[in-house]
Structures are given as structure tokens and as C-alpha cells.
């Protein structure tokens, strides 16, 4: 099992940044896949930005210019730096962490979502 806990969203003006964390604790040796997805108010949950099978990243397209997203494997954490804030990145973002298709020897198939952390952007 994995707990993942973010922090770092708040309400800021268009063109701030934020920095959102995420850190995992628990079965942390079985996550294949880690990153970010954000729901905004009458919307699906969409994916922002993830660590795919090791090093590779996949963001979507209205933020890869924008955000960025790193890690600390020591601390078992997640980071997205967020830049150029726009009204529309409003949302609550929600980190992700799954073990992938095909797990790692000890672990199963699973997916965990944190509890969600809310970033405002006034106009």
C-alpha cells in the first residue's frame, strides 16, 4: 500500500508560480508510474504531468511550457513546478502513483490517489 500527500497549492495571481509536492511513504519500491493529475469544477480528472517506467516524463499539451516535473528518490517525492499561471490551471490537483502493468516481483497491480490540493488563479 502507498500513501501519497500533497502540498503547496494556494490561491495566486495569473503569471505566479507554485510548487506542488507530493510524498509517498509505504510500498514505495512497487511504483512504476508517478505524477500529477488536476480536476477542475465540472470537469474530468486530467493528467497534468507523469514519471512513466523510470525517467520518462509525459505532460499535456497546455502545460509542458509551463510546468515541470521532478523528483527526490531519496525522499520519495514528487514535485511540480508550476510557472506562468493562468486562470484556467485552476483546479484541484491530485497526485498518482500506480505500480503499472507489469509489477515488480513482491508487488500487485494497484493505484493510489492523494487526497488533493487546490491551486486558485485569480485574473
Known amino acids: 500500500q502507498v500513501h501519497l500527500v500533497e502540498s503547496g497549492g494556494g490561491l495566486v495571481q495569473a503569471g505566479s508560480s507554485l510548487r506542488l509536492s507530493c510524498a509517498a511513504s509505504g510500498d514505495t519500491n512497487c511504483i512504476s508510474n508517478m505524477g500529477w493529475y488536476r480536476q477542475a469544477p465540472g470537469k474530468e480528472r486530467e493528467l497534468v504531468a507523469v514519471f512513466i517506467s523510470g525517467d520518462s516524463t509525459v505532460y499535456d499539451d497546455s502545460v509542458k511550457d509551463r510546468f515541470t516535473i521532478s523528483r527526490d528518490n531519496a525522499k520519495n517525492t514528487v514535485y511540480l513546478q508550476m510557472s506562468s499561471l493562468k486562470p484556467e490551471d485552476t483546479a484541484v490537483y491530485y497526485c498518482?502513483?500506480?505500480?503499472?502493468?507489469?509489477?515488480?516481483?513482491?508487488?500487485?497491480?494497484?493505484?493510489?490517489w492523494g487526497q488533493g490540493t487546490q491551486v486558485t488563479v485569480s485574473s
Open positions: 498518482n502513483a500506480d505500480f503499472g502493468l507489469t509489477v515488480k516481483p513482491g508487488c500487485l497491480r494497484a493505484e493510489y
